[in-house]
């Protein structure tokens, strides 16, 4: 039966229709993109100036014609730019929010308007309204006198419902966001990065068209966590350096992560890489193929676990899951009553006030700056951490084949370097040794020259001191004799004058006699005889 020109023209513009649908299902970033005069202009700004916009440089080599360690991947394609349309580059945005937390909501609204990304909100489960016959197990369900039973459940179910939600509605991938996150004011720029690095890390071929600048052969994109770490067997890593928005290494706030001093990268440096584990749900992405994964390994698990650890486990024997470290997403601790950060049981307990707010792991905080880009949206976001050193220049990238061959060159480096130093270590302790032995005998040496010297003044002292005791006696013989011979030379002296006083006075005596004699014998004279004169005279 022939149709009619009208019942023709409005089947094929039926069948265009359905074939533009379809096309953008299968790219969802086209109509977005085809919505704003330029790339990349459908988001708001983020708060980023001129000054402060890292874009990636050296990334012009081809990946495939390097087959050295350490290659520098090109831009693979125009696609990354995707990353800054108002889905983050997936084909939905979500976040998990309970129906009474709207708080939470009101923040995550304001969180990501000024960051450029719209969202659709997945309710979150009350874990009491879960019965059992859903669970795939009751192992590992925790025990009825568990505060936090109900809230591991919910939690649980909620991102079930998130992998659910991408396969029942066919997207090609998703992002999911914890209402509470935050994230960097810098996040659209870190996510083109991320965009390369999960392509470079999935070995897709830069020519190839893909659905998602992420590229397709990924599960899981784990970007906000609290620990991750990467498998022994990975042998690729994608390198940013010199990126201000990682957090120095005594910032950061982690249960687990890669040893950046063991891969050989300082506090600027942010990794991407196949991820072998992974803690905490801040923000994680999953492909259509990953959340068919996920919905049909769990619904069938032989053990009930948390829902981060389910998806570790996962990630370490199921699906290929890209890492981040420092992570890109974080939780907000907001100033108030501690109990207000979780909906955990126990964690609604908390009552001590907070009276700084904070975010673990993040620089430029979107929460901590909210108010200053409401007010500008062009206006320059503070550090969370001013003293810190500011880290100038571009952002630089390369990615790392071999990365296993490296490490392990590395820790032959660092063996013979041990092993020089054990050497060097030996050579001077046995130098030491010498030296001390050397030490030793010149200080015996020194010490018996001193005793012998000793010995000797001694003999000296005790020489000069009977000298000085001889002499000091001498002097005193002498003295003593001197003095003798002195009084003797006195005593004779004044014998010898007494005699001559004796003498004189004698003489004086006898001329006193003689001349009284003579007196008196004149005057006999005249009255004696002759004889008598001449007896006196006799």
């Not at 720029?189 to 999935?202: D, H, P, T, V």
């Not at 300082?266 to 492909?287: E, I, K």
């Not at 981060?308 to 486990?313: E, I």
């Not at 939780?331 to 707010?357: C, H, P």
Request: charged content about 35%; overall charge negative.
């Amino acid at each position: 039966m022939l149709r009619s020109p009208k019942s023709l023209l409005i089947g094929i513009a039926t069948f265009v229709f359905f074939s533009f649908l379809s096309y953008y299902r299968s790219h969802p970033t086209v109509a977005l993109e085809q919505t704003t005069a330029t790339r990349g202009q459908a988001s708001i700004k983020t708060g980023i100036t001129a000054d402060e916009d890292q874009t990636p440089k050296n990334t012009t080599t081809d990946v495939k014609s390097r087959k050295s360690s350490a290659v520098v991947p090109q831009r693979v394609r125009d696609g990354t730019k995707d990353v800054y349309n108002e889905t983050l580059g997936f084909e939905k945005t979500f976040t998990i929010n309970l129906p009474e937390r709207v708080d939470k909501l009101d923040q995550f609204s304001l969180l990501s308007s000024v960051t450029g990304f719209t969202f659709d909100v997945i309710e979150g489960v009350r874990g009491e309204k879960i019965s059992n016959k859903s669970l795939p197990t009751l192992e590992g369900v925790p025990s009825s006198d568990n505060p936090d039973k109900a809230s591991v459940l919910g939690c649980w179910r909620a991102h079930m419902n998130f992998a659910q939600r991408i396969v029942k509605d066919r997207l090609s991938s998703a992002i999911v966001i914890e209402d509470d996150s935050d994230w960097d004011t810098h996040l659209k720029s870190q996510l083109e990065l991320i965009a390369q690095g999960s392509r470079f890390i999935s070995n897709t071929d830069e020519s190839a068209t893909t659905h998602s600048p992420y590229g397709d052969d990924w599960d899981l994109i784990w970007l906000g966590h609290c620990a991750t770490g990467i498998g022994s067997d990975i042998d690729r890593r994608f390198v940013i350096e010199n990126d201000a928005t990682v957090p120095p290494g005594s910032r950061r706030v982690n249960y687990g992560a890669p040893n950046m001093e063991e891969e050989g990268y300082d506090d600027t440096t942010r990794l991407v890489f196949q991820a072998s584990s992974g803690v905490c749900t801040y923000s994680y992405a999953l492909s259509y193929r990953g959340a068919r994964t996920v919905l049909h390994e769990l619904n069938r698990a032989s053990h009930m676990d948390p829902i981060d650890f389910s998806l570790a486990w996962l990630c370490s024997a199921k699906i290929k899951c890209v890492g981040v470290f420092p992570a890109l997403f974080g939780s907000f601790r907001t100033v108030g009553v501690e109990g207000r950060d979780s909906d955990m049981t126990t964690a609604d307990r908390r009552t001590a006030e907070r009276d700084k707010a904070f975010t673990d792991n993040i620089v430029h905080s979107v929460a901590l700056n909210l108010e200053r880009l409401l007010k500008d949206p062009e206006a320059k976001p503070e550090r969370q951490w001013p003293d810190d050193p500011v880290v100038e220049g571009e952002w630089m990238v390369r990615g790392v084949e071999g990365a296993s061959k490296e490490r392990e060159r590395k820790e032959k480096e660092m063996e013979e370097a041990e092993k020089s130093e054990r050497k060097v270590s030996e050579e001077e302790r046995k130098k030491a040794g010498r030296e001390k032995a050397q030490g030793e005998r010149e200080k015996a040496q020194r010490a018996k020259e001193l005793a012998e010297h000793t010995e000797n003044e001694d003999e000296t002292d005790t020489a000069e001191q009977a000298e000085d005791e001889q002499k000091k006696e001498m002097p005193e013989q002498t003295g003593n004799k001197n003095m003798k011979e002195i009084r003797e030379r006195k005593k004779n002296e004044r014998h010898r004058k007494l005699a001559h006083r004796l003498e004189d006075r004698e003489e004086k005596e006898s001329a006193e006699q003689l001349e009284d004699r003579e007196e008196s014998q004149k005057g006999s004279r005249r009255s004696h005889t002759p004889g008598l004169l001449r007896q006196d005279a006799e």
